[in-house]
């Protein structure tokens, strides 16, 4: 996963909270501005599934994830 360390601004939100709050959001299909509190604010989700789609993270997710189920056969 990306890590914050040596950006400017604030460290980012914990991982696993945001991606928990994306599939959340994709899985319901609720609007950005109605996911739950509990994910943290909406802003910050849109955010990160915004930039792992640019710089190509979900890809990279996406393939280790299928190496890793090949191997496992």
């Given at each position: ?43 910050t ?29």
């Amino acid at each position: 996963m990306p890590s914050s360390d040596g950006q400017r601004g604030r460290p980012f939100r914990d991982h696993r909270q945001v991606i928990e709050g994306i599939v959340y959001r994709l899985r319901t299909g609720v609007a950005w501005r109605d996911l739950p509190e509990s994910f943290g604010p909406w802003q910050t989700i849109w955010k990160r599934h915004k930039r792992f789609s640019t710089d190509g993270t979900w890809d990279k997710i996406h393939a280790r994830l299928v190496a890793e189920a090949d191997a496992a056969g």
